[in-house]
């Protein structure tokens, strides 16, 4: 007990020393375009659900956000992990898609934006399901495809790449224990490959929602955006509410770091095995 | 009768620079049934290699591998193999590892699980059950490989240098445990070492195997009776023996 207490206190020294800079340094400066003290931020943590800069609240901006993110990741995930999974079984399907991938990889999914608001315009979700006019339409007007778009880049590549390395990388000796026990190769693949590529397949997806939703402020300045996160930092910044800025910028770190430590605890809880095996 | 025979063997790897490689030539051997075969041989001289291709696991460059009487190609569950080590899966514990040649076989869990039982008893892990493999020891894990190896019930059983990994102590446990399984349960078993004692304390037959290209040397009847004494000069005569015969390998 007493040790996890001092870990506890070991972890929250830098953020407590960053906190101390920011405030001295905000009293230093005094003007609240520039910096705004803690005290200024944390106000707006207090009245998280007022409406900000005619935004809306805090909650549902971020609501917002993380449907967005969500809905591009899953679309890039869902893409991902079938095609890693085999680039990672078959040597042809590796090699038939692994020129493209490389070329396409290296490129910032930000510098995809031009052509993403070029190939998809204004369409969102809303028109693409032909919604009846109304607050349903509005609602889900907010959710542009060329942002799914780019969400999904981010997230398609780190997670093809992670699941393709952990299927490749599946001791041989398993494999061939299974075979001498009579595997067939559907279970080969489905009781031996996959089980031992999950926590690699895991890593995946959490790196893949990590850059997914760092995505987010570029792909929330797209014209069209009326809320979410990233935008109400653009916007606020284009009002000098640097106050807004800080409390956006919290927010995507907050709720980033959380979506995190949902896989943490997954990988922790059924891949304990992973860290332990030589 | 014969279990399995193996006719004009041939292996030839083909290296990255266009190199030819001999790894296996000319091997001719036959395994007769319930009879415990070493094959003895430095490293490198093919052994693993020859274990591996009668096992299925990779082909043959020339001639052909006969399990009764027919040719054999692939894996399959009447040819167990054990690994030297690391074989297990590590998100399998202990008890789904001795069952998963079951597993692929289709039987029911349940049923499949009280079978994994009985070679976990017969293992004398019994309180291991539910253990991972990451928590146990080399040996253990051993242990647990070649339990799962015999749950599937094979005829043959290929072992390669499947204590290879263990310290001495454990290993000579381990022949001993060995022997006794073997005389219990009646299989034929081949089995890879290049420790010369452990092919003199386990073998019906002795087949020597010499390196570049891998050959087969020569084979020696091992009639001393078990459980084997280290301490007898006939123990001590045969190891001599070997070790000189090794060494002009």
């Given at each position: 007990?007493q040790?996890k207490f001092?870990m506890?206190?070991l972890?929250?020294?830098?953020?407590a020393l960053?906190?101390i800079i920011?405030?001295?340094?905000?009293?230093w400066v005094q003007?609240a375009?520039?910096l705004?003290?803690i005290?200024?931020v944390?106000?707006n943590?207090?009245?998280?659900?007022?409406?900000?800069?005619?935004?809306g609240?805090?909650?549902?901006?971020i609501?917002v956000?993380?449907?967005r993110?969500?809905?591009?990741?899953?679309?890039?995930?869902?893409?991902a992990?079938?095609l890693?999974?085999?680039m990672?079984?078959?040597?042809t399907i590796?090699q038939?898609?692994e020129?493209l991938?490389n070329?396409f990889r290296?490129i910032p999914p930000?510098?995809?934006?031009p052509?993403?608001?070029?190939?998809?315009?204004?369409a969102?979700i809303?028109?693409?399901?032909?919604?009846?006019?109304?607050?349903?339409?509005?609602?889900w007007g907010?959710?542009k495809?060329?942002m799914?778009?780019l969400?999904?880049m981010?997230?398609?590549?780190?997670v093809v790449?992670?699941?393709m390395?952990?299927?490749?990388?599946?001791?041989?000796?398993?494999?061939d224990?299974?075979r001498?026990?009579?595997?067939?190769?559907?279970?080969?693949f489905f009781k031996?490959?996959?089980?031992a590529a999950?926590p690699s397949i895991i890593?995946?997806?959490?790196?893949?929602l990590?850059?997914g939703?760092?995505?987010?402020v570029g792909?929330?300045?797209l014209p069209?955006s009326l809320?979410?996160?990233?935008y109400?930092i653009?916007h606020a910044?284009?009002?000098?509410?640097?106050?807004?800025v800080?409390t956006?910028?919290?927010c995507?770190?907050?709720?980033?770091?959380?979506?995190?430590?949902?896989?943490?605890?997954i990988?922790?809880?059924?891949?304990?095995?992973e860290?332990k095996?030589? | 009768?014969?279990?399995?025979?193996i006719?004009?063997?041939?292996?030839?790897?083909?290296?990255?620079?266009?190199m030819k490689?001999?790894a296996?030539?000319?091997i001719?051997l036959?395994?007769?049934?319930?009879?415990?075969v070493c094959?003895?041989?430095?490293?490198?001289c093919?052994?693993s290699?020859?274990l591996?291709i009668?096992?299925?696991?990779?082909d043959a460059?020339?001639?052909?591998?006969?399990y009764?009487g027919?040719?054999h190609?692939?894996p399959?569950?009447?040819?167990?193999?054990?690994f030297?080590?690391y074989?297990?899966?590590?998100?399998?514990?202990?008890?789904?590892?001795?069952a998963?040649?079951?597993n692929?076989?289709?039987m029911?869990?349940?049923k499949?699980l009280?079978i994994?039982?009985?070679?976990l008893?017969?293992?004398g892990m019994?309180?291991?059950?539910k253990?991972?493999?990451?928590?146990l020891s080399?040996g253990?894990?051993?242990?647990?490989?070649?339990a799962?190896?015999?749950?599937?019930?094979?005829?043959?059983?290929?072992?390669d240098?499947?204590?290879?990994?263990?310290?001495?102590?454990?290993r000579?446990?381990?022949q001993k445990?060995l022997?006794r399984?073997?005389e219990q349960?009646k299989?034929?078993i081949?089995?890879v070492?290049h420790?010369?004692?452990?092919?003199?304390?386990?073998?019906?037959?002795i087949?020597?195997m010499s390196?570049?290209?891998g050959?087969?040397k020569?084979?020696i009847?091992v009639t001393m009776p078990r459980?084997?004494?280290?301490?007898?000069?006939e123990?001590?005569?045969?190891t001599a023996?070997?070790?000189?015969l090794?060494?002009?390998?």
């Amino acid at each position: 007990m007493q040790n996890k207490f001092k870990m506890i206190l070991l972890s929250l020294i830098l953020p407590a020393l960053l906190l101390i800079i920011w405030e001295l340094s905000a009293i230093w400066v005094q003007n609240a375009t520039i910096l705004p003290t803690i005290g200024k931020v944390l106000e707006n943590f207090m009245h998280a659900t007022d409406n900000f800069i005619g935004l809306g609240s805090i909650p549902r901006n971020i609501g917002v956000s993380l449907i967005r993110v969500m809905s591009g990741y899953t679309a890039g995930v869902l893409i991902a992990v079938p095609l890693g999974v085999l680039m990672g079984y078959n040597k042809t399907i590796q090699q038939v898609f692994e020129t493209l991938i490389n070329i396409f990889r290296p490129i910032p999914p930000l510098a995809w934006q031009p052509l993403a608001l070029a190939f998809f315009g204004m369409a969102s979700i809303a028109s693409v399901f032909d919604m009846p006019f109304g607050q349903q339409y509005v609602f889900w007007g907010n959710f542009k495809i060329a942002m799914v778009f780019l969400i999904g880049m981010g997230s398609f590549f780190p997670v093809v790449a992670s699941v393709m390395f952990g299927v490749q990388n599946v001791r041989q000796t398993l494999i061939d224990s299974a075979r001498v026990l009579g595997a067939s190769e559907r279970d080969i693949f489905f009781k031996i490959l996959l089980p031992a590529a999950a926590p690699s397949i895991i890593n995946g997806l959490r790196v893949g929602l990590a850059i997914g939703w760092g995505c987010l402020v570029g792909a929330e300045m797209l014209p069209g955006s009326l809320a979410g996160v990233g935008y109400l930092i653009t916007h606020a910044y284009e009002l000098a509410r640097i106050d807004l800025v800080i409390t956006g910028m919290i927010c995507i770190g907050v709720v980033g770091a959380l979506l995190d430590s949902i896989f943490k605890i997954i990988s922790n809880k059924y891949f304990f095995w992973e860290s332990k095996t030589r | 009768m014969e279990k399995i025979k193996i006719d004009h063997l041939e292996k030839i790897f083909h290296s990255q620079n266009e190199m030819k490689i001999n790894a296996l030539t000319d091997i001719n051997l036959s395994v007769k049934e319930n009879e415990f075969v070493c094959i003895l041989g430095p490293s490198g001289c093919g052994k693993s290699t020859l274990l591996r291709i009668i096992a299925g696991l990779e082909d043959a460059s020339f001639g052909k591998v006969f399990y009764n009487g027919q040719e054999h190609i692939k894996p399959c569950r009447d040819i167990g193999m054990v690994f030297q080590s690391y074989s297990l899966m590590p998100w399998l514990n202990v008890l789904d590892n001795i069952a998963l040649g079951l597993n692929f076989s289709g039987m029911a869990k349940p049923k499949r699980l009280s079978i994994a039982e009985e070679y976990l008893d017969m293992i004398g892990m019994s309180n291991f059950g539910k253990a991972f493999p990451h928590e146990l020891s080399g040996g253990m894990q051993q242990r647990v490989a070649i339990a799962r190896a015999l749950a599937n019930n094979p005829d043959v059983l290929l072992m390669d240098e499947p204590f290879g990994a263990l310290d001495a102590y454990t290993r000579i446990i381990m022949q001993k445990e060995l022997l006794r399984i073997w005389e219990q349960r009646k299989k034929t078993i081949l089995f890879v070492t290049h420790s010369v004692d452990e092919a003199v304390y386990l073998a019906d037959r002795i087949i020597l195997m010499s390196g570049s290209p891998g050959k087969i040397k020569k084979e020696i009847l091992v009639t001393m009776p078990r459980i084997r004494d280290r301490s007898n000069p006939e123990y001590g005569a045969l190891t001599a023996e070997l070790l000189v015969l090794l060494e002009e390998t």
